[in-house]
């Protein structure tokens, strides 16, 4: 088991510019949640997927962010067109039905200058 | 809205001595699920210990162990014998089995001082 899988690792990109972050979740676990970390604001929420169908975006920030999962084995979490405020870690996540921790990917260091 | 806190930012523990990280949570549900996550340097955050509310017991992992006191709504962790390795931020989640997504804590810092 490869365990949840985050590419890239880094990012840096400038104000402006369309940003893709992807994830492939463990093989089996239905459920897909995207989270951003940032000093200030701890871990927050972005928007989570239950088989494959966004349940909760409450938590996306703004239009520019949008998130996807054409299937049960890749998400993508995008920002267009980003801004410095954007710049944090974001982690995916995945857990299967009967276990409600999170197994979380090495997460995407974001920094947008 | 279900609340998580912790109130020690930071926190530290001489090696081979024990520590515990306070949590507190608020919560009107009865069915729920309570989490304490590591994330070392590496940044990597790895599920230490989870606690069903509905079990009295206190859930226990080698040297990690948990105070659940669920009428008082608090979750604290204790480690027992630290360790080098044990340096990181440690987060407390609850769970909302409704929801289906957990709410963290904002994570209490632990330094292990050899």
């Known amino acids: 088991d490869a365990g949840v899988i985050q590419s890239p690792r880094h990012e840096v990109t400038e104000m402006g510019q369309e940003v893709t972050l992807r994830c492939k979740p463990i093989?089996?676990?239905?459920?897909l949640f995207w989270y951003r970390q940032t000093m200030m604001r701890g871990l927050e929420l972005l928007i989570y997927?239950?088989?494959?169908?966004?349940?909760?975006d409450s938590g996306m920030p703004e239009d520019r962010f949008s998130a996807k999962m054409p299937n049960a084995s890749f998400s993508t979490l995008k920002i267009q067109p980003s801004e410095p405020r954007d710049s944090a870690v974001y982690f995916c996540a995945s857990r299967t039905g009967g276990n409600y921790g999170y197994t979380f990917g090495s997460g995407t260091r974001l920094t947008v200058v | 809205a279900q609340t998580v806190t912790q109130s020690q930012p930071e926190m530290s523990v001489q090696e081979a001595e024990t520590v515990t990280l306070s949590c507190t949570y608020d919560t009107s549900e009865s069915d729920y699920y309570l989490f304490w996550y590591k994330q070392p340097p590496s940044r990597q955050m790895i599920l230490v210990i989870r606690q069903e509310a509905y079990k009295q017991q206190n859930a226990t992992e080698n040297r990690f162990s948990v105070n659940f006191q669920k009428a008082a709504k608090s979750f604290s962790l204790k480690i027992s014998d630290s360790q080098l390795g044990d340096a990181a931020m440690y987060f407390c989640?609850?769970?909302?089995?409704?929801?289906?997504?957990?709410?963290f804590g904002d994570g209490t810092t632990l330094t292990v001082k050899p």
């Open positions: 093989s089996g676990h239905n459920s």
């Open positions: 989640a609850y769970y909302n089995t409704n929801a289906g997504k957990s709410t």
């Open positions: 997927f239950n088989n494959n169908v966004p349940i909760d």
